[in-house]
Nanobody, 121 residues
Framework: QVQLVESGGGLVQAGGSLRLSCAAS????????IGWYRQAPGKQRELVAV???????IYADSVKGRFTISRDNADNTVDLQMNSLKPEDTAVYYC???????????????WGRGTQVTVSS
């Protein structure tokens, strides 16, 4: 079984910064892609940023230039540095990883439990 554990988040004023971290743990797995989604009250879950193996980071238009995703392949971790936060960034942020358990096997999506980010105006 693979687990994703998030840390970070909290309450910050508009214009401030927060850093989210996610660590993947388990036995015998390989990460195809890992990143962050968010879900605001009454809205659908949406992609924030994702880092695929060997590829460039992909960002939602709403966070480009403000958020930076970084991935450590050795530690199976991914961080999201969030700067210039806005009230509309308020949401529960979820770590997501697309993982294969063995070479040539199928891939599955795993999710963390989520961490709350609240930006006050």
């Amino acid at each position: 079984q693979v687990q994703l554990v998030e840390s970070g988040g909290g309450l910050v004023q508009a214009g401030g910064s927060l850093r989210l971290s996610c660590a993947a743990s388990g036995s015998s797995f390989s990460i195809n892609a890992i990143g962050w989604y968010r879900q605001a009250p009454g809205k659908q879950r949406e992609l924030v940023a994702v880092k695929r193996s060997g590829g460039r980071p992909i960002y939602a238009d709403s966070v480009k230039g403000r958020f930076t995703i970084s991935r450590d392949n050795a530690d199976n971790t991914v961080d999201l540095q969030m700067n210039s936060l806005k009230p509309e960034d308020t949401a529960v942020y979820y770590c997501n990883a697309n993982i294969i358990r063995f070479f040539g096997g199928p891939s599955f999506d795993y999710w963390g439990r989520g961490t709350q980010v609240t930006v006050s105006s």
